[in-house]
């Protein structure tokens, strides 16, 4: 939903009713919170608190090394916890959202109702 | 000026709507209220039964000019009501933690038995060691004595805060209220002035009027139970409505 031309980060600006410009709601989206695998990602873990590796992969039909990517993405932002350990002799990962990655879920949220209420809003 | 594509639109309505159901579908697997809320609803029958033992039996009335000693076990029953909600309510909680301790590890997604064992842990200790050198101490007993489901109602809704669960939140608040309200008498009180002002008051047998509150805390445990029923047969209706997706 980002414009094309629109870097990451850049401030699209529109102008409103009363003349005054204001930013355009995708502007407020964030490229590691955006994309389809990881927003899913943080809105299971923003419900269940934490999951493991293999509830995520079967509750996003997501495969190992895809969800690993995209869980190494969001750990490197900081906005979940990856946590590896053992169920008996095998391994299990846990994976618990940070306070941060609440936030960024709740930012991303916002903007895109903020879309959707600008297009019904005529 | 209205900047906002089409597609722009459509994209946001496909990620909200497929958000929404991820979201439904991890609520159901780890925010189940159905365990809770029969706990509870057990827990709340059982008040009801200890509540008629001590109003219809302990405290009968012998006739006129009669009267009796306690026996001991009369005393020791007299104990464990008043201590009803502390001890059989911990216990209660630490059922809920422990079933969902299993049920988060066999699942692999869920917040554990943690806010379980910690309220039941702290409601099991303010019910045997109390705060018995702490100026507190009489507040608490206070507290129990007028609203015995005060620390359980206290316990259950930090839970619910820690679960972001406001549904467990709004039952709490329900279960609290009406139990607190049976136990100081309330629905009896209305139920004679409902027969005072409809002149019904003398053929209607006071032995059955007192009954109002067990009438309540009976039914009280029948809804809660019934809610746990109802949702556990909404969690298999999402289940079979939400398929996981494939990519």
Same mark, same amino acid.
């Given at each position: 939903?980002t414009p094309?031309d629109?870097?990451?980060?850049?401030?699209?600006?529109?102008?409103n009713?009363s003349? *005054?410009?204001?930013p355009h709601?995708?502007s407020?989206l964030?490229?590691v919170?955006h994309q389809?695998a990881?927003l %899913?990602?943080?809105?299971v873990?923003?419900?269940?608190?934490?999951?493991d590796?293999?509830?995520?992969?079967s509750n996003?039909g997501l495969?190992?090394?895809?969800?690993?990517?995209?869980?190494e993405?969001?750990?490197?932002?900081?906005?979940v916890?990856?946590e590896?350990g053992y169920?008996?002799?095998r391994p299990?990962?846990w994976?618990?959202?940070?306070?941060?990655?609440?936030h960024?879920?709740?930012?991303?949220m916002a903007?895109?109702?903020?879309?959707?209420? *600008?297009?019904e %809003?005529g | 000026?209205n900047?906002?594509?089409?597609d722009?639109?459509a994209a946001?309505?496909?990620?909200?709507?497929?958000?929404?159901q991820?979201?439904?579908? /991890?609520?159901r697997d780890?925010?189940?209220?159905?365990?809770p809320?029969?706990?509870?609803?057990v827990?709340?029958?059982?008040y009801a039964v200890v509540s008629?033992?001590e109003?219809n039996?302990?405290?009968? &009335?012998?006739?006129p000019?009669?009267?009796?000693? /306690?026996?001991?076990?009369?005393?020791?029953?007299g104990?464990?009501?008043?201590?009803?909600w502390?001890?059989?309510?911990?216990?209660?909680?630490?059922?809920v @933690?422990?079933?969902?301790? !299993?049920?988060?590890?066999?699942?692999?997604? @869920?917040?554990g038995?943690?806010?379980w064992v910690?309220?039941g842990v702290?409601?099991?200790l303010?019910?045997t060691?109390?705060l018995?050198?702490?100026p507190? @101490?009489?507040? !608490?007993?206070?507290v =129990?004595?007028?609203?015995?489901?005060?620390?359980? =109602?206290i316990?259950?809704?930090?839970?619910?805060?820690?679960?972001?669960d406001?549904?467990l939140?709004v039952?709490t608040v329900?279960f609290g209220?009406?139990?607190?309200?049976a136990h100081? @008498?309330?629905f009896?009180n209305r139920?004679? &002035?409902l027969?005072?002002v409809? =002149?019904?008051? &003398?053929? !209607?047998?006071v032995h059955?009027?007192?009954?109002?509150?067990? !009438?309540?805390?009976?039914?009280?445990g029948l809804v809660?139970?019934?809610?746990?029923v109802?949702?556990?047969r909404a969690?298999?209706g999402t289940r079979r409505? &939400?398929e996981?997706e494939v990519?």
């Amino acid at each position: 939903m980002t414009p094309p031309d629109a870097s990451p980060g850049d401030q699209v600006q529109a102008t409103n009713a009363s003349g *005054r410009d204001e930013p355009h709601p995708t502007s407020r989206l964030d490229d590691v919170v955006h994309q389809k695998a990881r927003l %899913g990602i943080l809105v299971v873990l923003a419900e269940a608190e934490r999951a493991d590796f293999t509830y995520l992969k079967s509750n996003l039909g997501l495969t190992d090394g895809n969800l690993g990517r995209h869980l190494e993405v969001l750990a490197g932002s900081g906005l979940v916890h990856v946590e590896k350990g053992y169920a008996g002799r095998r391994p299990r990962t846990w994976v618990t959202i940070t306070r941060a990655g609440r936030h960024a879920l709740a930012e991303e949220m916002a903007a895109i109702r903020e879309l959707l209420r *600008r297009f019904e %809003g005529g | 000026m209205n900047d906002t594509q089409p597609d722009d639109v459509a994209a946001a309505k496909a990620v909200l709507a497929r958000t929404e159901q991820l979201r439904r579908a /991890a609520r159901r697997d780890t925010k189940g209220l159905a365990v809770p809320l029969l706990v509870l609803g057990v827990l709340t029958l059982g008040y009801a039964v200890v509540s008629y033992v001590e109003l219809n039996v302990i405290a009968s &009335d012998l006739g006129p000019g009669q009267s009796r000693a /306690a026996t001991d076990a009369e005393l020791q029953f007299g104990q464990i009501a008043d201590t009803y909600w502390g001890l059989v309510g911990a216990a209660g909680l630490l059922v809920v @933690g422990l079933w969902l301790a !299993v049920r988060s590890r066999r699942l692999g997604a @869920g917040a554990g038995a943690g806010a379980w064992v910690a309220g039941g842990v702290g409601l099991l200790l303010l019910a045997t060691v109390g705060l018995p050198f702490s100026p507190l @101490g009489v507040m !608490v007993g206070m507290v =129990g004595f007028m609203a015995p489901t005060a620390f359980i =109602g206290i316990a259950l809704l930090l839970i619910a805060g820690r679960r972001r669960d406001r549904r467990l939140a709004v039952w709490t608040v329900v279960f609290g209220v009406v139990v607190t309200l049976a136990h100081l @008498g309330f629905f009896t009180n209305r139920l004679g &002035d409902l027969l005072r002002v409809t =002149g019904l008051a &003398d053929s !209607v047998d006071v032995h059955v009027v007192v009954q109002a509150d067990l !009438v309540v805390l009976a039914v009280v445990g029948l809804v809660l139970i019934g809610a746990a029923v109802r949702d556990r047969r909404a969690g298999e209706g999402t289940r079979r409505v &939400d398929e996981p997706e494939v990519s």
